[in-house]
């Protein structure tokens, strides 16, 4: 099975120019370039919090303790990372294995208008099968849907995470959540995402 790799995150005002570049020109190319990393995309929150996220596809989790990785990361992290990361608000890393599908890619249904992330912190086991119950249930045989994929990431904590690549908006107060069922009450984050493209940078999935 695939993997994700997700950094959401957002910087004080006063750095955000800075934070662009450091993202565009160095963050994101350096880890595309790693083997094993399948897409790399920067997308920007519009309804939710943090702004920022970055997601990467990794032909498996195996990749992040390969030499190609480990010398742009951990001790090797460059100053310009390690000087900006400890300024941005809302930080929250995802690292999880592909679940559902099971090995589809960010983007390859086609573009999408909106990306739709969804948040279960610490389900219990009993509650886990209702999560993909409910996605399924709640966007599966909408017209919007583009792709629908499930992870489940086990780095600072149990999470499970939904992601939906969309045609067009969806409303998220119309949510039907009671389509969780047990799930419903581990659900803490709902964003919703477009994606992100600045002049001068790479285009939205060139990588």
């Keep these: 099975m695939t993997a ?11 750095v955000e120019g800075e934070f662009h570049d450091w993202y565009d020109n160095e963050h994101l190319p350096s880890r595309a370039e790693v083997p094993g990393f399948l897409t790399a995309n920067r997308v920007v929150c519009i309804e939710g919090w943090p702004r920022y996220a970055a997601c990467y596809d990794l032909a498996s989790l195996d990749v992040l303790n390969t030499p190609a ?32 599908p099971g090995n ?11 990306v739709l992330v969804l948040r279960f912190n610490t389900p219990t086991e009993s ?34 995470i939904g992601m939906v690549e969309l045609l067009r908006p969806v409303s998220i107060a119309e949510l039907d ?18 994606p992100y493209f600045r002049k001068g940078a790479t285009a939205p999935g060139a990588y």
């Design 4 to 14: 994700l790799m997700m950094g959401m995150m957002e910087p004080p005002p006063e």
């Design 69 to 100: 990785y480990q010398a742009i990361s951990g001790k090797n992290t460059s100053p310009w990372s390690r000087r900006l990361v400890p300024m941005t608000h809302g930080y929250f890393r995802v690292l999880g294995v592909q679940t559902y």
């Design 104 to 114: 589809a890619l960010f983007g390859a249904k086609g573009r999408a208008a909106r």
């Design 127 to 160: 509650a886990i099968p209702d999560i993909l119950t409910g996605l399924r249930a709640l966007f599966e045989a909408r017209p919007e849907t583009v792709q629908l994929r499930l992870f489940r990431s086990e780095f600072g904590g149990l999470y499970y």
């Design 177 to 194: 959540v009671a389509q969780f069922g047990k799930a419903a009450g581990y659900l803490d984050l709902i964003n919703v995402y477009v």
